[in-house]
């Protein structure tokens, strides 16, 4: 691992990279988008400008020589440290990226990362991906490519270490290719403080004919986490995409996704829940867009928040983007507080305000961790949850 200092600046950054006709193409697609600014729309309420001005140390990763580790693929500072048995893994040069994606910083991230780290997956299998920071003040950037085979059925549940990385910015991303008739659940936990780096992720989820995908993620604490995904859906695929954030102290947490059904008789049901206390940001900006050939579509979207005071923010942006009259498709989002009905109940038969409100908050938030499919991966976010929840923020 080398560093070497780094900071981001439009003008300057052709003559960090190569010049082959992949690199060429990223800096066209980066140049047109734009580096991501104030007023770009999926990052307003981010706080992106800072981020990308600031001098960091860059992060050379090298390929590192991973040992076997069960079922864990361990990532350390982008290095791979650690492989699950029985799948392949690689590192490629030469990945092509989707050049359609709308984030720039998919293609900043490609561009830093000198080889994709590639998984296949060719039998049924569970896995955890383990990411850890332990630079303060660096810039670190790596992609991961994750293949499921057709037929297969894969799960990965993913979590960061990252409370030794103050400063720090991570740039990753996922590129996942579903095979025809295979099947993947993505389990995301992330806990943060103010004391983990800032993590941006730009994903993209390729989703074969019959295929299905089920994404779930939680965002929990008082950190700094983007998640931005481009999901494409060919013809009869499922996908089933839930959120949930719990956002204290003055977090920034959010998702920003873009569900693209491509093939007809498509069905999609994208829910996100929310809850923000203190001076806590959170952010949901979901687009279903259904294409010209997505005729008998079905696409429902749902966003729901709970804020609990008067400084926390949410920002709830539900879309649909039809170009085709054979469908069902719906759309709604409510932001409110707890009830206060529901507490005086509560409280009514004895029971303590604080202890009242986290009840309804369990409430709120249990149907998205019990729709997790492993129990002990559900056990592991309802403890990340009431760590948060128990954690006292200094503002």
């Not at 981010?46 to 076997?68: H, S, V």
């Not at 299905?212 to 939680?218: A, E, G, H, V």
Request: include cysteine; aromatic fraction near 8%.
């Amino acid at each position: 691992m080398s560093a070497a200092p780094l900071q981001i600046r439009p003008a300057e950054l052709p003559e960090l990279f190569a010049t082959d006709s992949r690199t060429k193409a990223m800096l066209a697609r980066l140049n047109e988008l734009g580096i991501p600014g104030n007023k770009t729309e999926q990052y307003k309420h981010f706080g992106i400008k800072p981020l990308l001005a600031k001098d960091y140390t860059r992060i050379d990763a090298q390929q590192g020589e991973p040992q076997i580790s069960g079922k864990v693929l361990s990532i350390c500072d982008g290095v791979v440290t650690g492989v699950p048995k029985g799948v392949a893994v690689s590192f490629s040069t030469d990945f092509q990226a989707d050049m359609q994606h709308y984030d720039a910083l998919y293609y900043l991230s490609h561009l830093l990362t000198p080889r994709c780290i590639v998984l296949t997956v060719e039998e049924d299998a569970a896995i955890t991906v383990v990411h850890q920071l332990t630079q303060e003040e660096s810039l670190t950037a790596y992609r991961l490519v994750v293949n499921v085979a057709p037929q297969v059925k894969a799960s990965f549940y993913e979590t960061f270490e990252n409370e030794e990385s103050s400063g720090s910015l991570l740039l990753y991303g996922l590129d996942v290719s579903v095979g025809r008739d295979a099947a993947l659940t993505w389990v995301r936990n992330q806990s943060s403080s103010e004391m983990s780096a800032v993590v941006i992720g730009s994903h993209r989820y390729d989703v074969a004919a019959q295929g299905k995908l089920t994404l779930q993620t939680f965002d929990l604490g008082a950190g700094n986490a983007l998640h931005l995904y481009k999901n494409d859906l060919a013809e009869q695929t499922e996908a089933n995409v839930a959120h949930l954030l719990f956002g204290t102290g003055q977090a920034h947490l959010g998702n920003v996704v873009n569900l693209r059904h491509n093939g007809r008789s498509a069905k999609s049901v994208h829910e996100a829940k929310s809850i923000l206390k203190d001076r806590a940001t959170g952010i949901f900006d979901g687009l279903i867009r259904v294409g010209h050939d997505a005729r008998y579509t079905t696409a429902r979207q749902n966003a729901k928040a709970i804020l609990l005071n008067d400084n926390a923010f949410m920002e709830s942006k539900p879309q649909l983007e039809i170009y085709t009259d054979e469908l069902e498709a719906s759309h709604g989002s409510t932001t409110g507080e707890l009830d206060e009905a529901a507490l005086f109940y509560l409280r009514s038969r004895g029971i303590s305000l604080e202890a009242a409100r986290k009840i309804l908050i369990l409430s709120f938030v249990n149907e998205m961790i019990d729709a997790v499919e492993d129990n002990e991966e559900a056990e592991a976010i309802r403890a990340a949850f009431d760590t948060a929840y128990a954690t006292k923020e200094i503002l």
